[in-house]
């Protein structure tokens, strides 16, 4: 066996240690162009229309609100806004307090929701899937780390009885739908991570690699292609 190390057996092993980089790329990037197979833009889209969206007249003022948080937390509080939004059909106050989670009141007697229940999470994931999708279980998970933010919240997970396996994540103090996640969601972002070198929680050094990998290959069989090149000019002199 010859194992004298030249130029070409250089550049063919570099090549070979990168070729299933390569592959994954080529694979990973023919799923992200045909993202509409499996992937849902717009998934906070309400899909249930059973329940009526129109906003209505809150029974308890804005005023009473300051009263009823200064109660909840002290006369110190600091609020940065608030607003009146519909969810399943009952209206709330949605009220952002500075260093404090998001609070929601009832609007109509006053009382803090926050955390929400598990029938109210219930209640809201239902707006987010179709109306004859049936409830299977619902769990927490007090520290689950958000895909877009990577934050981590409390939020209820509900899940949903179909061939897909259709979860929605709502947040337990703000009541809002984080995400929604199915089979085919989830090859998705694996698609998105195996394109993007994210695992390891080293994406930025695993990219790095690959490109410098990929760089040296790419030197390498120029400078073989060069050499060649030089090789048959200098032989075509001759003769």
């Known amino acids: 066996m010859n194992w004298k190390i030249n130029q070409f057996k250089i550049h063919r092993i570099i090549g070979l240690i990168f070729l299933p980089f390569l592959i994954i790329s080529v694979v990973t990037g023919f799923f992200r162009a045909n993202y509409n197979w499996f992937w849902k833009e717009d998934y906070k889209k309400i899909k249930n229309f059973n329940y009526d969206y129109k906003i209505k007249s809150p029974a308890i003022g804005i005023d009473s609100i300051f009263n009823i948080l200064t109660n909840a937390y002290g006369k110190k509080i600091s609020v940065s806004e608030i607003k009146l939004k519909n969810e399943a059909g009952m209206v709330f106050y949605d009220v952002k307090i500075k260093n404090k989670p998001t609070v929601l009141i009832d609007a109509n007697n006053g009382e803090k929701v926050s955390p929400i229940s598990k029938d109210l999470a219930k209640a809201m994931a239902s707006q987010y ?53 199915d089979d085919n969601l989830q090859f998705g972002f694996w698609m998105v991570k ?23 290959l790419g030197c390498t069989g120029l400078l073989l292609w060069m050499k060649k090149q030089h090789k048959i000019l200098t032989k075509n002199k001759k003769s």
Request: cysteine-free; proline content about 4%; charged content about 35%.
């Open 129 to 181: 899937v179709k109306p004859d999708l049936k409830f299977k279980s619902i769990n927490t998970d007090d520290h689950y780390k958000t895909r877009k933010d990577k934050k981590l919240r409390p939020v209820y997970i509900i899940a949903y009885d179909d061939p897909l396996h259709t979860k929605i994540y709502i947040d337990k103090n703000k009541g809002e739908i984080e995400e929604e996640t």
């Open 194 to 216: 195996l394109h993007d070198y994210d695992f390891w929680q080293a994406k930025r050094f695993n990219l790095s690699f690959v490109g410098i990998g990929l760089f040296i």
